[in-house]
């Protein structure tokens, strides 16, 4: 949950004055997003989230974000659409905080996404590269395979602290890795969302209705995109992969856009690495995160144990892929 | 803000499956209260707010809560209604907790509210004790001035940190307090909100919308919520008395409801106890409440600041109040 700074009710109406988007008539914090400040607010003519963006958030960064969900909705992918003020900019200040006024999706994210749900998140990842494909939109991705040693180091005693042999391991992952990773070039490259969750995307009923939150959003190969998603929607507790649920997201996916032979050659490392990226930021966020914080850290440990599969896996039909000549 | 019970998406479904008020298309945790978790529940039908209650409320009590939300409803008072599930009950339970959904109110709560929602707010707990007034409803106050002293005791240190010589004066409060403390009987009584703080109070645009969070809801005297708003609504920083607000309020009340002789003669000591009770509750907070709690305590400092004005305070004119025949 996430309210790091509060608006009062007068500094809302004086924010609202430089929209034209009527009067408020509800606003409440709402437990969204943990890097940022959400406000759910209703207004007398729609409803919209109020984001204060906080100090993990590059605030040079934003235009891009703003820019990736502007062309989002042009493309009539369903996301939150930036809504500009008078002045004609998305972007604002309140509290002296960048802040944002987005649109308000109907929808509410899976806990456990079912195999349905893996398939639709698949096809819908296909369609928002799609749709992203013709921006000239970028920003480096940063937290990708050259930063992960710097991530770990000085941080093996608390990996130790998590499984015995665990510092080790995660050592030999990241030489492994280091080596395997593909050359970005010989592989599609885009705008991916980089964080697809299922808390950040919406369903209605069991129907796909939305993806939020592209705070992480960058330019990298698609591919990796994928490689986060199946980390994130495919496993059970334990670091069990669903291998169903593997196969309905890649269908999915690939029901829009076939993998180029690159990419399938790639997918393992990318998935391994995938998972290397959320057990080493988590790492950081346990080793870092004050006892005192308002959010408490997610424990990394369910990210080392993925990677305990990602390690015996070697190729793409190990996470249920069925290439189309099959 | 407060989601201390995490509720997935398969949950809910299953649990609006008891009520007649539609499918979920949205529902975000809420920070609103503290003492329960809530989410924003949208439906196919209506907007309401479903509150899980933690463990700091009594589950006997919430039948209470519950009949005075009604109560004020079918005294056409805006406050959340609670919707009956099809089993006839408005009081479920969802995780292992008793829940309750409430209809959504409109309006936003005032930060620093002025003078004339000071004056509403006075209006609208005198209308609020009347709709209140033919139920049989009842239940004790158990955070009243009886209650002080066992708060007190073992926190004087704490208080003594805080200011120098606070342990002291509390003491020396507490004995004027419990002698000068009216006989209930000797007052109007009814079924008080107990807790009508400036963010309980919603209002849209200038203008009193409804009361929310009836969880401190009891019976008692009813010139004690007056007592209690006077304490909540009408100081600046520092612990000083707003008198243009004080007498707004009090106004306010008098125009719905005249004070009786005793209840202008008690009030000066009821509004020095409410101080009181606000602080001893903060203070026992302050000292108890973890360090890696997910709320952080309120600082009892803004009530000893007002306690310091009271104890100089002799008559209820010294708040504002101007009697009818003048």
Chains 1, 2 share one sequence.
């Not at 500009?84 to 905080?97: M, P, T, Y």
């Not at 492994?176 to 369903?203: K, S, T």
């Not at 080793?287 to 005192?292: F, G, R, S, V, Y």
């Amino acid at each position: 949950m996430a309210v790091y700074t509060e608006v009062d009710d007068e500094a809302l109406a004086d924010f609202l004055l430089r929209y034209d988007i009527g009067e408020a008539i509800a606003f409440k914090g709402i437990a969204e997003g943990v890097e940022n400040s959400n406000y759910l607010l209703e207004t007398t003519k729609a409803r919209f989230i109020l984001t204060l963006y906080e100090k993990r958030v590059n605030a040079d960064d934003l235009p891009f974000f703003m820019g990736v969900m502007e062309a989002l909705a042009d493309a009539g992918f369903p996301a939150p659409l930036p809504v500009k003020a008078r002045d004609g900019s998305a972007l604002q200040e309140l509290n002296d905080r960048p802040a944002a006024i987005v649109t308000f999706l109907n929808g509410m994210s899976p806990r456990k996404p079912n195999a349905s749900q893996c398939q639709q998140i698949g096809t819908a990842m296909a369609r928002m590269h799609n749709a992203l494909a013709s921006t000239t939109l970028s920003r480096p991705n940063d937290l990708s395979v050259d930063a992960w040693p710097d991530l770990f180091e000085g941080r093996e005693a608390t990996a130790a602290t998590l499984a015995p042999n665990l510092a080790t391991l995660i050592a030999g992952d990241l030489d492994r890795l280091l080596d395997q990773w593909p050359d970005p070039e010989d592989l599609p490259q885009g705008i991916i969302h980089a964080d697809l969750f299922p808390d950040n995307a919406f369903f209605l009923g069991e129907n796909f209705s939305g993806v939020i939150d592209f705070y992480f959003a960058c330019t990298d190969m698609l591919a990796y995109d994928i490689a986060i998603a199946l980390n994130a929607w495919c496993f059970e507790a334990r670091g069990e992969f669903n291998m169903t649920k593997g196969r309905a997201l890649l269908a999915g996916y690939t029901s829009v856009r076939d993998f180029t032979d690159a990419e399938v050659k790639a997918l393992p490392a990318l998935i391994h690495g995938a998972a290397m990226r959320f057990f080493l930021t988590r790492l950081v966020d346990w080793t870092d995160t004050p006892a005192d914080a308002l959010v408490r850290p997610k424990d990394p440990t369910e990210y080392a144990e993925k990677l305990g599969f990602h390690r015996m896996a070697r190729k793409l039909e190990d996470y249920g892929y069925m290439p189309a000549s099959s």
